[in-house]
């Protein structure tokens, strides 16, 4: 699971990044399947700053979670609303800094036209100090190719990345 690993790998540069910030962050995954959660904490020590990973691989499952059914309704589950809202309540159920999510669509089936596979929209979310003004959830819809297994770990890496970006810009 490293096919696409850079050196030093994405979840030790986030890792670093939380623990200098003294953040904590949480994951709400769909088609990555709990790859996320699982890279975060192959870092030793990665409990200094992750506090879970949550699995949301179906509609139910992302309502159970705090998605809003208007969402899914509106946009479907892989889109960038749905992936913002992930991402928010993820955060806000764990009471962390940071969340991430994925919402996409892995292959080898499943894809459209509109979304074909490969598609995925990562989500950001950020708690700031209550009246700050600087809470905020944000999503980016990126394509990737290659078999399921290649496509997840891009995923994966690919929204470490973002949230390695996102907390960057407040370190």
């Known amino acids: 699971m490293r096919?696409?690993?850079?050196?030093?790998?994405?979840?030790?540069?986030?890792?670093?990044?939380l623990r200098e910030a003294d953040a904590t962050v949480a994951a709400a995954e769909s088609c990555t399947g709990g790859l996320i959660?699982?890279?975060l904490t192959d870092v030793p020590g990665a409990s200094d700053y992750v506090d879970r990973s949550v699995v949301t691989y179906?509609?139910?499952?992302?309502?159970?979670?705090?998605?809003?059914?208007?969402?899914?309704?509106?946009?479907?589950?892989?889109?960038a609303p749905v992936a913002e809202e992930m991402a928010q309540a993820v955060r806000d159920a764990a009471g962390t800094d940071w969340a991430v999510s994925t919402t996409g669509i892995a292959g080898p089936t499943g894809g459209s036209d509109?979304?074909?596979?490969?598609?995925?929209?990562?989500?950001?979310?950020?708690?700031?100090?209550?009246?700050?003004?600087?809470?905020?959830?944000?999503?980016?819809?990126?394509?990737f190719d290659g078999s399921r297994t290649e496509i997840k770990e891009q995923i994966a890496r690919a929204a470490l990345v973002a949230l390695e970006t996102a907390v960057s810009r407040k370190v």
Do not use: C, I, M, N
């Open 37 to 39: 959660g699982s890279l």
């Open 114 to 143: 509109e979304k074909p596979v490969g598609t995925v929209y990562v989500g950001v979310a950020h708690a700031g100090a209550w009246g700050s003004g600087e809470t905020y959830a944000t999503a980016r819809r990126r394509q």
């Open 58 to 79: 179906t509609y139910d499952a992302k309502l159970d979670a705090g998605v809003s059914r208007e969402a899914l309704d509106e946009h479907g589950a892989v889109s």
């Open 3 to 17: 096919q696409f690993a850079a050196d030093p790998p994405v979840e030790e540069r986030v890792g670093d990044l």
